[in-house]
């Protein structure tokens, strides 16, 4: 989309130049998802000292609105189109 947008008012015909272009944004673009997703990479790993307490997270509402939730008799139900669709506790 962002090699069409430079190209908006352009009469986009199959000129060489117009090719050129777009190949060129392809190549760049894929150079950044290679860099951004590069499955080499490892996930960051952090010690006890950096985690922030509480865990930071993105509800619609404040940390002192969350309900507290017992660990004991927990379950997540996994369902839809699955294969291994189940009960997982957090054990």
């Not at 996930?43 to 006890?48: I, K, L, R």
């Not at 922030?52 to 369902?79: A, K, M």
Request: hydrophobic share 35%; proline share 5%.
């Amino acid at each position: 989309m962002g090699g069409l947008s430079l190209l908006i008012g352009c009469n986009i015909t199959d000129q060489t130049s117009v090719k050129q272009m777009l190949e060129r944004i392809s190549r760049t673009n894929h150079g950044v998802q290679a860099w951004l997703f590069n499955p080499k990479r490892l996930a960051p790993t952090y010690t006890q000292t950096e985690i922030t307490r509480p865990f930071p997270f993105n509800p619609f509402h404040g940390i002192d609105e969350v309900s507290e939730i017992d660990g004991s008799d927990y379950q997540l139900e996994i369902t839809g189109l699955i294969t291994n669709k189940g009960s997982w506790t957090l054990e």
